[in-house]
């Protein structure tokens, strides 16, 4: 067959089979479960309900409210449970992974598909219904660093200057000076954002949900602005003293996981400091340290603050005892330097050293206790004999092993020495007459004894630059900055 253009057509013929095969197996062979790009956002609001409870709600109000003024609204209940009795009409977001469902099912992408969402409490009702629009308008029309718009539910907003440092573990609070932009809300809000903003927070639905949210777009340097004379009409709930009850008891305990998951572990603000680091009751908050250099400054943190107070509480403590049998004590190492630098225990530190005579340990009842092995004092401290070598360690409570060493030196031929040492540089003999006589020094809220001419001593010690060059205790492992 003499044909160039029967052959070209077969030719095609069995490209375009083999292309169309490829193409089929292509298809099926996709593994199952793959990310796709996320699908575009339609135009729209969806309104989030987070804040509720499943005991005393008022879900089906809520609803039916936002319904009526809008019927195309998409209406999520995001919740870890479904409420129970159960609520018809509900569109219940479960946002706990249960067995039987696909993980995405837990994912707001899954369930978010307008541009906007609404965070709304419970107890609040759309009126006027144009509200929700102003909102999206307002945010539309702020500057690009704001990325959230608020409108009271139930009452008027305050402005608030939010500060949020990880490497001090604390969230900050005040009320904001005029002309600056809030980083977060006080009172009952309604929150309008990107839905795309919500999906990038690690956090996105953490209870209690306000200050979870503003904590993580502090950190964003992302504003809040507050819409003027707007104002949601709210019932707040639950209404019962019981339900009140019972809501701020599970508050208190969402609360406390929340910071600790967000990294906090103070919060100051106008209405004072509250806590959720480690206490008496509790383990300290890091793990053994290795290398001299505790987990958290690998991490670019300092000590928690609730670490320092409790070192702080050893120290006023051990202080108290040591005076009160006459025992001579000074503040030796880190804690000299921290005294020396700022009259504090230096805020990467992760205990307190002190030197005492050997010869006075058998005046304090505390140390002949720990010398047999160790003794719970009145307050809960444990005094005891360090495994490590032969030094005293006063811990702030069984639990808590926040601690102070207590260094017993003896004078020989006019030089401080001791029998076992700890092989850190700073860790030497040195003249007695550093000791006579002692001075008082403030450090760390308390008027502790001190060698005299400590910054010679600091010198000697530590290096000639050691107070005006801080550095993380083990350099060789991990320097600052
Ligand atoms: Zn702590």
């Known amino acids: 067959m003499r044909c160039p253009l029967c052959h070209l057509l077969i030719a095609l013929t069995l490209l375009c089979n083999v292309l169309l095969l490829y193409y089929t197996w292509h298809l099926n062979s996709r593994p199952a479960g793959r990310l796709s790009p996320s699908p575009a956002l339609s135009p729209g609001i969806t309104v989030i309900v987070r804040e509720f409870r499943t005991f ?11 319904l009526r003024a809008r019927p195309s609204l998409q209406i999520l209940i995001a919740s870890e449970a479904p409420p129970y009795p159960p609520v018809p009409r509900l569109h219940v977001v479960r946002l706990h992974p249960s067995p039987e469902q696909p993980g995405s099912a837990v994912r707001l992408e899954s369930h978010i598909h307008t541009r906007l969402v609404a965070l709304v409490p419970d107890g609040t009702s759309l009126d006027p219904s144009d509200l929700l629009d102003r909102m999206a308008r307002a945010l539309r029309d702020a500057p690009s660093g704001v990325r959230i718009v608020a409108a009271g539910a139930g009452g008027p907003l305050r402005c608030l200057h939010l500060n949020v440092s990880l490497r001090a573990w604390t969230a900050e609070y005040r009320a904001a000076v005029a002309g600056e932009t809030c980083g977060a809300v006080g009172g009952p809000a309604v929150l309008l954002m990107r839905s795309r903003d919500l999906f990038d927070l690690p956090f996105p639905l953490s209870r209690p949900l306000r200050s979870a949210i503003f904590i993580q777009s502090a950190l964003r340097g992302w504003g809040v602005k507050i819409l003027e004379g707007a104002k949601f009409p709210r019932t707040p709930l639950p209404a019962t003293d019981h339900g009140r009850w019972k809501d701020e008891q599970a508050e208190r305990a969402e609360e406390a996981a929340t910071m600790r998951a967000l990294s906090v572990r103070l919060v100051r603000g106008p209405e004072g400091d509250r806590w959720y680091g480690c206490s008496k009751d509790t383990p ?49 190492g880190g804690s000299l330097l921290g005294a020396a630098r700022l009259q504090d225990i230096i805020p990467w530190d992760y205990d307190v050293d002190l030197g005492i005579y050997l010869e006075d340990v058998g005046l304090c009842p505390e140390l002949r206790g720990a010398q047999g092995g160790s003794l719970i004092d009145s307050e809960g401290f444990v005094w005891e004999r360090a495994v490590e070598g032969d030094f005293f360690r ?64 600091l010198k000697l010690k530590f290096g000639e630059r050691s107070i005006e060059e801080p550095e993380y205790p083990n350099p060789a492992v991990l320097r600052m900055g």
């Open 394 to 457: 006063v811990q702030y409570s069984q639990s808590n092993h926040l601690h102070v060493d207590l260094w017993p030196f003896y004078p020989r031929d006019g030089v401080m020495t001791r029998d076992s040492w700890t092989g850190h540089p700073q860790d030497i003999e040195f003249p007695e007459t550093f000791l006579r006589p002692l001075q008082t020094l403030p450090f760390a809220g308390v008027a502790a004894q001190a060698p005299n001419n400590h910054l010679e001593l």
């Open 56 to 66: 005393e709600h008022g879900l089906a109000d809520l609803n039916h409210s936002f």
């Open 284 to 332: 300290r908050c890091f793990g053994t340290v290795v290398g001299e250099t505790p987990e958290y400054l690998y991490e670019g943190r300092w000590t928690p603050p609730c670490c320092l107070r409790a070192l702080r509480a050893t120290m006023a403590h051990v202080i108290k005892t040591l005076e009160a049998s006459n025992v001579r004590y000074w503040l030796e």
